[in-house]
Nanobody, 123 residues
């Protein structure tokens, strides 16, 4: 059974930074590409970032490009999302997800999901 557990998100003022982490129980972690999604109240879940199994390829939504960085540590079975220059519109529940598929930017491409963690950015 695959389990993905996100770290506590939290609250930050606009312009601030947060780092999310997601620990995976899946073995071997290295075969999975990983992604981050988010869902704001009343909105659909949207793609944020994706990283390949090796960490060599990353993809970002236009809305976060240049501000967010996805990375992974395969020795720790963990994927990270560094979020800088946060804006109130980044407020959402953030989910990490795992997929065997490459270049995956749609939620239906992912097989395993974490429980989500709330990130709140105040203006």
């Amino acid at each position: 059974q695959v389990q993905l557990v996100e770290s506590w998100g939290g609250w930050v003022q606009a312009g601030g930074s947060l780092r999310l982490s997601c620990a995976a129980s899946v073995r071997p972690f290295i075969i999975y590409n990983m992604g981050w999604f988010r869902q704001a109240p009343g909105k659909e879940r949207e793609f944020v970032a994706h990283i390949s199994w090796s960490g060599g390829s990353t993809y970002y939504a236009d809305s976060v490009k240049g501000r967010f960085t996805i990375s992974r540590d395969n020795a720790k079975n963990t994927v990270y999302l560094q979020m800088n220059s946060l804006k109130p519109e980044d407020t959402a529940v953030y989910y990490c997800a795992a997929t065997p598929r490459t270049y995956a930017t749609n939620a239906y491409d992912y097989d395993y999901w974490g429980q989500g963690t709330q990130v709140t950015v105040s203006s």
